[in-house]
């Protein structure tokens, strides 16, 4: 299966070639109301992320009521709590799905999910959802991330917790069930992500070793880390995003505010832009500056015939004479003409030299 360096979701081409790709992750910071659901969706729009992503679970799909090892979470954020009771109020009902689909197409942003089970995806496919997002945690579901493979959408993978061979195997996976597209997000799965876990290198690593462009769904506080990877080559940018952390919510506490989504992916374009090319020419904007570099010119008034010295030749600015590099050259030979203070020295006014006069 030929495998593409640019990966393309509802019309929206991602690669080295274009701004970085921004996924305004809602998760469960709707806080059980969709008409909140609704307000964020206008909230990455008017932010200018190009995608608002959902998650489809239930607490059933996921995982079972139990109070058993395992089941309670111990430290972190959702200390003391079930697995079953935390999903159950961080989940995106399956009925708000299609309201949800149908409003941010009417904004004018993509929208897509990260689906946890089969019966998700065949929901998402009734919805013609534009691309499959396999979370951090599900990337070791290798049926799933096959099943997801196989509508022929874009898949985007996370890769928190996942070890290089992990990461092999699930893009193996996408690849013989038919992936033609895959984008890699390098991941940190701690809630919050301390800068120094975020581990930038990967990303380039990354794409070199799987071919694919590879993004980064981050974590952290604030917007520097995702800067950072853009001017490290990631092509993507996933960021969990609230309309006010005071508002409370299961992921509201690492949640950018809607402001601050803004802020992020201008920031992040302005980055991609100031990436440019390998260019040691002039650019246009230092067209001007080259003319106020230093050189050669006439600092007192020479008879004709005079020889050229330190004290009437200096490297000065402007830059219309010669470059200063040809100060020891001109030093001692003769003036082709009367040269007059401030005039910007060239080669017809410098005599032949010899070697007693060098």
Same mark, same amino acid.
């Given at each position: 299966?030929? !495998?593409?360096?640019?990966?393309?979701?509802?019309?929206?081409? =991602?690669?080295?070639?274009? #701004? #970085?790709?921004? =996924?305004?992750?809602?998760?469960?910071?709707?806080?059980?109301?969709?008409?909140?659901?609704?307000?964020?969706?206008?909230? @990455? @729009?008017?932010?200018?992320?190009?995608?608002?992503?959902?998650?489809?679970?239930?607490?059933?799909?996921?995982?079972?009521?139990?109070?058993?090892?395992?089941?309670?979470?111990?430290?972190?954020?959702?200390?003391?709590?079930?697995?079953?009771?935390?999903?159950?109020?961080?989940?995106?009902?399956?009925?708000?799905?299609?309201? %949800?689909?149908?409003?941010?197409?009417?904004?004018?942003?993509?929208?897509?999910?990260?689906?946890?089970?089969?019966?998700?995806?065949?929901?998402?496919?009734?919805?013609?959802?534009?691309?499959?997002? =396999?979370?951090?945690?599900?990337?070791?579901?290798?049926?799933?991330?096959?099943?997801?493979?196989?509508?022929? &959408? #874009?898949? !985007?993978?996370?890769?928190?917790?996942?070890?290089?061979?992990? =990461?092999?195997?699930?893009? @193996?996976?996408?690849?013989?069930?038919? @992936?033609?597209?895959?984008?890699?997000?390098?991941?940190?799965?701690?809630? #919050?992500?301390?800068?120094?876990?975020?581990?930038?290198?990967?990303?380039?690593?990354?794409?070199?070793?799987?071919?694919?462009?590879?993004?980064?769904?981050?974590?952290?506080?604030?917007?520097? !880390?995702? !800067?950072?990877?853009?001017?490290?080559?990631?092509?993507?940018?996933?960021?969990?995003?609230?309309?006010?952390? *005071?508002?409370?919510?299961?992921?509201?506490?690492?949640? %950018?505010?809607?402001?601050?989504? &803004?802020?992020?992916?201008?920031?992040?374009?302005?980055?991609?832009?100031?990436?440019?090319?390998?260019?040691?020419?002039?650019?246009?904007?230092?067209?001007?500056?080259?003319?106020?570099?230093?050189?050669?010119?006439?600092?007192?008034?020479?008879?004709?015939?005079?020889?050229?010295?330190? &004290?009437?030749?200096?490297?000065?600015?402007?830059?219309?004479?010669?470059?200063? &590099?040809?100060?020891?050259?001109?030093?001692?030979?003769? *003036?082709?003409?009367?040269?007059?203070?401030?005039?910007?020295?060239?080669?017809?006014?410098?005599?032949?030299?010899?070697?007693?006069?060098?």
């Amino acid at each position: 299966m030929p !495998v593409s360096d640019e990966v393309t979701i509802a019309g929206r081409k =991602i690669g080295q070639a274009h #701004p #970085p790709y921004v =996924i305004a992750e809602m998760s469960g910071n709707h806080n059980g109301d969709i008409a909140r659901a609704m307000r964020l969706i206008d909230a @990455a @729009a008017e932010a200018g992320a190009d995608a608002v992503k959902l998650q489809t679970y239930t607490a059933d799909t996921i995982t079972i009521d139990h109070d058993g090892p395992g089941f309670r979470l111990e430290g972190g954020l959702w200390a003391g709590r079930t697995l079953h009771d935390l999903y159950r109020e961080a989940h995106t009902p399956w009925e708000w799905h299609a309201p %949800l689909f149908e409003h941010a197409r009417r904004r004018g942003i993509a929208i897509f999910s990260s689906p946890f089970d089969p019966t998700a995806i065949e929901l998402l496919e009734s919805l013609d959802a534009p691309a499959y997002k =396999i979370a951090s945690f599900e990337l070791i579901d290798l049926p799933l991330i096959q099943r997801a493979a196989r509508t022929g &959408k #874009p898949l !985007v993978m996370s890769t928190g917790l996942a070890t290089l061979g992990e =990461i092999e195997e699930a893009v @193996a996976a996408a690849r013989a069930a038919g @992936a033609a597209q895959i984008l890699l997000l390098h991941c940190t799965s701690a809630y #919050p992500t301390p800068p120094e876990e975020a581990n930038l290198r990967t990303i380039r690593h990354m794409a070199d070793g799987f071919a694919v462009p590879v993004g980064l769904s981050d974590h952290t506080m604030g917007i520097a !880390v995702p !800067v950072a990877a853009v001017a490290l080559g990631a092509v993507a940018i996933e960021k969990h995003f609230t309309l006010a952390r *005071a508002d409370g919510g299961p992921d509201s506490a690492f949640s %950018l505010e809607a402001s601050e989504l &803004k802020d992020m992916v201008a920031a992040c374009r302005t980055a991609w832009a100031a990436l440019g090319q390998v260019d040691y020419g002039v650019s246009p904007g230092e067209g001007g500056g080259r003319f106020v570099r230093r050189s050669l010119y006439v600092v007192e008034d020479i008879a004709a015939g005079a020889p050229l010295t330190a &004290k009437n030749v200096r490297s000065i600015r402007p830059g219309f004479g010669l470059l200063p &590099k040809h100060l020891p050259d001109v030093l001692g030979r003769p *003036a082709t003409r009367a040269l007059k203070r401030g005039e910007p020295l060239d080669w017809t006014m410098v005599g032949p030299g010899t070697e007693s006069g060098r």
